[in-house]
């Protein structure tokens, strides 16, 4: 491999990087889901189906589903709050927005809000290479480990309830 190689696949590794430390796919599907609605009541008055104040709604609903579709790759630790605020902007748009953008918008902002909601980060690569001696045995610890055997005697119990009082 010459140098010249290497040096052009650092950018593409770094974009795989990055890209994979967030909720990347849902979080494009909610900005496209949000731009596609704003641009149905900007559209020519013989395309859009409701106009007057739902037209300025619609607007909004699609900014705020822009906005959580950032929010899941820039500040993937918000993910859940974004993911469900996805979903509910895209239900409301259905009613509120011209058939939710013509359905595409709807559709694409629960796919991609849910996607949001239902992304986990992988574990660090330390924490996965712990190796065979640290992994826990499913039949639990053996005879002589001092766990083995816990006597119930030995769990603490609540206190006793007073007693009732006659009424």
């Known amino acids: 491999?010459?140098?010249?190689?290497e040096a052009r696949r650092h950018p593409w590794q770094a974009w795989r990087t990055w890209r994979k430390g967030r909720p990347f796919w849902g979080g494009l599907l909610s900005t496209l889901a949000g731009a596609e609605i704003c641009a149905i009541p900007l559209g020519p008055l013989k395309v859009m189906l409701v106009q007057g104040i739902t037209g300025i709604l619609s607007i909004l609903m699609g900014l705020v589903m822009i906005m959580m579709g950032l929010s899941a790759w820039f500040a993937p630790s918000y993910r859940m709050f974004a993911g469900i605020v996805t979903v509910m902007c895209a239900a409301a748009a259905l009613v509120l927005s011209n058939l939710g953008g013509f359905l595409l918008g709807t559709l694409l902002g629960v796919i991609g809000g849910s996607m949001v909601f239902a992304w986990q980060p992988h574990p660090p690569p330390d924490a996965a290479d712990d190796g065979p001696a640290e992994a826990a045995d499913p039949a639990g610890p053996p005879a002589d480990h001092?766990?083995?055997?816990?006597?119930?005697?030995?769990?603490p119990h609540a206190p006793p309830l007073p007693p009732k009082e006659p009424q």
Do not use: D, E, F, Y
Not at 1 to 5: A, D, L, Q, R, S
Not at 146 to 155: D, F, N
């Open 146 to 155: 001092p766990t083995a055997a816990v006597s119930l005697h030995k769990i």
């Open 1 to 5: 491999m010459t140098p010249g190689t």
